[in-house]
């Protein structure tokens, strides 16, 4: 039966205050285990459920899916610097994007600095930690682990805690806390059954996610980096069920926007009493209906980035016939040409050099080099000099969206002109 236990911490003699000091009662916070939990999901929450989830399914088919994947991958950027040691230090997309570039192109080494480089190494390992875990055959405690020291490769301590620890208060003692997690005995069991329950389908898509989410974030099982790693787990259960191909959904970064209702949603998700008692289910349906909002968010937040995408693409196209026709060419060049194939990848890849067209095509360099020509003629890439042998193609119109999307989705109202972003964010575009 879930609730809160009390236990004694000693006093700290060798602690520097009095109030450091000080030993007494806490209280640690037990929950039930997800697998065979009674569940009854009211009608209302169930139908919002369905509506949400035919929203995802919709934006996975959108007419702009070419670039939403890019979407995804500039999120976790955001994702990157929002919780990891390396918050409030600026990484541009577009710097974040050379770097990257950089790792499968040694032509490019400029353009981009440190942090940049920093962070497209975690937002590297994020996909690929969160690629194992989907495509593994089943998820088990220690694959979490792994997630975890992937994650967080700096941290001192890797593996389950083995120590208390607590949110909020000071550092010596959690008798301030404002919560804390189960007794580190507690987690190995609660951490087996949070694999097993994610192994399966007993309940829709966007609930598991849920669940598992808070489950993870009560248990709190490492000494640090619960959050990240949590986050992580809702793209793996959505991708895993099929909802998602990737980690398109910003749900993360919603929930980071929106941290008051976060946190007080995830407290109500810590009852006292039998899984199945109205306080139960209370509880669980506050943070359901929680949770379900925030991914209604994040889909029409990534849909509205998508319709831009798609304008832009349309613009592109108008735009590429004019120059031709300017230059006595077709108007339109043939689907199958270097350059026709090329307009269409941008919006996945808007950063591109000579040789990763030429890979990315199986073209030769002369036409990867006419393709890129043509349509910096044609004003959609704007040529930048990453090394002396080495140029550079940017279609800046994409990197200006991702970056109005962020900073959108860093607005508790979803519009930088009602209410400013909460964290650090790029700057807004110039042009």
Known sequence: MAGFQEASWPTAWDAPSRRDRRGGVYRPYLPDRLVGRLLIVSPDIAREVSVVEGMVRRLVAHPAGFGIDGLARFLLRSEAIASSRIEGLQASPQQVALAELAGYDDGVSKGFTATARLVANNVTALRQAVTDLVTAESVSTSDIVALHQVLLPEERHHGLRQVQNWVGGGDWHPLD?????????????????????????????????????????????????????????????????????????????????????????????????????????EAVETWLSLFVTATRTAVEQAEKFADELTQVHEDWLERHRRFRESRGLRPVARSDSAVARLLDLLPAAPVVTARTVQRLLSVTHPAARQALEELAGAGILNPKQVERNTRGYLASEVFDLLTLTERRLASTRWDTRKSAPRRVVPARPQR
């Open 177 to 281: 806390a404002e919560f804390v997690p189960p007794p580190p005995e507690h987690v190995p069991s609660l951490m087996d059954d949070l694999a097993t329950y994610l192994n399966g389908a007993e309940h829709a898509a966007l609930i598991q996610a849920a669940l598992i989410h808070a489950q993870f974030e009560t248990i709190h099982p490492f000494t640090d980096g619960n959050g990240r790693v949590g986050r992580a787990l809702i793209h793996t259960v959505l991708t895993r069920r099929g909802l998602t191909p990737s980690a398109i959904l910003p749900i993360s970064l919603v929930l980071l926007t929106r941290s008051d209702e976060y946190v007080a949603g995830l407290m109500a998700y810590r009852y006292s009493g039998e899984p199945g008692s109205s306080e139960a289910q």
